[in-house]
T-cell receptor, first 114, second 108 residues
Framework: EADIYQTPRYLVIGTGKKITLECSQTMGHDKMYWYQQDPGMELHLIHYSYGVNSTEKGDLSSESTVSRIRTEHFPLTLESARPSHTSQYLC?????????????FGEGSRLTVL | GQNIDQPTEMTATEGAIVQINCTYQTSGFNGLFWYQQHAGEAPTFLSYNVLDGLEEKGRFSSFLSRSKGYSYLLLKELQMKDSASYLCAVNSWGKLQFGAGTQVVVTP
């Protein structure tokens, strides 16, 4: 069973608020990812990291930012939330040493911006 | 660019077999994954193909043809709990690109 945790699971906030979505994994994985998924739509990669102090933007442009100060922790921040940021955010990690490199996903954070 | 296509929805009865097709056009290819995602939950890994051919894992099998840019996921002996979205994902240059998913509805 994967050990990757996201908080909060659900968040409803007003426009203009700053929010941080937390993601932690206890598997020692170097690679971590943030995906954004709207209902019934595909997952879009918005950020990824190959290790401590490594962060890259994904294929879908996002106003969010990420940091990777510790291997196990990969938080995502929105400085000023807007209704267009309403979505589900999924964090994932992978171990490049495995033959498949499969992703292990957290439960997701469902964000609603009013 | 990246393009991963799969049907939007499929319906089948309990005990039946369903085949979900996935076609892809990506700039790089390092393997193809199938994930299962129940509503409101995280995707969970089902299968991985990097070489051509069929991989069987219990009731689920996955096939890959790299020359055709084609894969399918075969679900046998369908159970009600198999009702979920099935995501095709291609590893392109170390990053997973996902299709929109196929919603499988299993009816009694």
């Amino acid at each position: 069973e994967a050990d990757i945790y996201q908080t909060p699971r659900y968040l409803v906030i007003g426009t203009g608020k700053k929010i941080t979505l937390e993601c932690s994994q206890t598997m020692g994985h170097d690679k971590m990812y943030w995906y954004q998924q709207d209902p019934g739509m595909e997952l879009h990669l918005i950020h990824y990291s190959y290790g401590v102090n490594s962060t890259e933007k994904g294929d879908l442009s996002s106003e969010s930012t990420v940091s990777r100060i510790r291997t196990e922790h990969f938080p995502l921040t929105l400085e000023s939330a807007r209704p267009s940021h309403t979505s589900q955010y999924l964090c994932a990690s992978s171990d490049p040493r495995t033959s498949t490199g499969e992703l292990f996903f957290g439960e997701g954070s469902r964000l609603t911006v009013l | 660019g990246q393009n991963i296509d799969q049907p939007t929805e499929m319906t089948a009865t309990e005990g039946a077999i369903v085949q979900i097709n996935c076609t892809y056009q990506t700039s790089g290819f390092n393997g193809l994954f199938w994930y299962q995602q129940h509503a409101g939950e995280a995707p969970t890994f089902l299968s991985y193909n990097v070489l051509d051919g069929l991989e069987e894992k219990g009731r689920f099998s996955s096939f890959l043809s790299r020359s055709k840019g084609y894969s399918y996921l075969l679900l046998k002996e369908l159970q009600m709990k198999d009702s979920a979205s099935y995501l095709c994902a291609v590893n392109s240059w170390g990053k997973l690109q996902f299709g929109a998913g196929t919603q499988v509805v299993v009816t009694p």
